[in-house]
Nanobody
Framework: VQLQAFGGGLVQTGGSLRLSCAASGRTFSSYTSGWFRQAPGKDREFVAAIRWSGGSTFYTYSVKGRFTISRDSAKNTMYLQMNNLKPEDTFVYYC????????????????????WGQGTLVTVSS
């Protein structure tokens, strides 16, 4: 499975961006996929995840109500709609996928994902 993330950029506080993660090589029908973010020198942290079968979603507390994760099975693509962005959302964002349905606590652990896309930088100016 190859993942390609794109959609990052520079936006002002309160603005919006939509990240996309396109998958090739295998369909995601039984997968869990997620978004993580990382600052230089810091650990990768969980943002949101979605189970492709059933569509259950999980979010870290700081983005609830502002970010929405979704998927398009026909396009084999996952999205992260980010609204009301804040300077503290400035990170490199990574998409990831795992070929099984993960429980909520497991879906938040980056060590359990086998497939990763390249990062896309999101910068929110104040």
């Amino acid at each position: 499975v190859q993942l390609q993330a794109f959609g990052g950029g520079l936006v002002q506080t309160g603005g919006s961006l939509r990240l996309s993660c396109a998958a090739s090589g295998r369909t995601f029908s039984s997968y869990t996929s997620g978004w993580f973010r990382q600052a230089p020198g810091k650990d990768r942290e969980f943002v949101a995840a979605i189970r492709w079968s059933g569509g259950s979603t999980f979010y870290t507390y700081s983005v609830k109500g502002r970010f929405t994760i979704s998927r398009d099975s026909a396009k084999n693509t996952m999205y992260l709609q980010m609204n009301n962005l804040k300077p503290e959302d400035t990170f490199v964002y990574y998409c990831a996928a795992e070929s099984r349905s993960l429980a909520q606590s497991a879906a938040m652990d980056p060590r359990l994902y086998h497939y990763w896309g390249q990062g896309t930088l999101v910068t929110v100016s104040s």
